[in-house]
């Protein structure tokens, strides 16, 4: 008999594991430890798409087959190192937030099956990160006749700006994830979601409904938006679900779900072995987020909007003036559409080698030169000296700015991505 308890160190905390033979699929006969294992195993990738969530959690503390319960508050007796998050309008629930792969460990050993998350993440709980559309189709409906329902629906989303991610449920449906920037209320997100439903359902009245009552519904797919609501939650991506043959809610790139016939052949015991062959087709799903599509504003406006900021009234003169663009290979001045918060950093080897530190702001790259080496770590402060603003299109600019040009030398792309605005404050913002 292998032990049925265990003293396990993950990362630096030390767990006391229980019952792990205990049979939580009887069907599959899978148990306790092989769980444990999974969550363990697919924690860097889960991670990844849940930090910072608060979580509800599905416990079958006797298996699939007996009561099972969603758990909304962390467990009292949980570990002073687990994560959480008091949320709420009237009433507070203390949220569990997985912030390590011994957190997961620990929830998967309180026969916690499924984890659920909601939209919005640390530090902006009430700002979605994602607009969600869940296609829940009648009983007996067939998965392919899903996908034909999910591929058009994506279309629509990228006719509108939107980066459209796809991932099964683990039941009978999919989840579609389009990624806005945390920028906007539910309200905003739910009212756009809406539109984008209605459209749809409009276009597809045979086969979809906004309707919730399961007798109107009849035979057609619900795109289910209301869950873009404050405190509602979806499955987590690579979260397994009570049922029998312990299916995995997959993250799928849309190829793979063209070619996918039944989706619980994503399980407990064949996700990891996927996703070390194919990677996580959701990988660095942030950095794809957009602007709501019934909120964006031209920039101009936006410019005009804002008091001139001590720069110039007209942006970016300054950079225009210091530059002949028909000796510079750099890029002209010009004012770019709605910005979703991009970020580089240059090696710049001019007379002196350094870095310059650029981050978009209204239509704009505003730009700080680092002389005196890059933060070897967060936490770090290192001079940063702000130089006039540049365009937009900067980001992609590498090259060698000509002998008497302005910042004559070579420039390189040594880091790009996108930033968040943490706290802004009258005189300056914090950002990471
Ligand atoms: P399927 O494809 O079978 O519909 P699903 O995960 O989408 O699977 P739904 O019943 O459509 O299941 O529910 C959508 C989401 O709503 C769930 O993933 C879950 O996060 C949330 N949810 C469902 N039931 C509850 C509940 N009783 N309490 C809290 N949240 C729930
Ligand atoms: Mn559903």
Redesign the pocket.
Known sequence: MPRTTANVAVGKRQLELSNLNKVLFPESQITKAELIEYYLKAAPTILRHIKGRPL?LVRYPDGIERTKF?QKNRPDWAPAWMEHISLGDTEKVDYVVAAEPASLVWLANLACIEL?QMHGRAPHYDKPDYMAF?L?PPQGFPFPQVIAIALPLRELLESLGYHCFVKT?????V?LLAPVEPQWSFDQVFEAAKQVARDFTAAHPQTTTLELRKAARGARVLV?IY?NRPY????CPYSVRGRPRAPV?MPLSWEQLERTADPATFNLRTAVDRLNREGDPWEAMGSYATALHTEKRSPVRRAAAKKPSGQSARPLRAYAEKRSFDQTPEPRPKLAAEGNRQFVIHRHHSSRLHYDLRLERDGVLKSWAVPKGMPPRPGIKRLAVAVEDHPLSYVNFEGTIPEGQYGAGRMWVFARGKYELTKEKKDGFYFR
């Open positions: 509800s969603f659920h869940d829940d449920t683990g039941g009978k449906g989840h289910d869950r509602q939650t979806i499955v809610s």
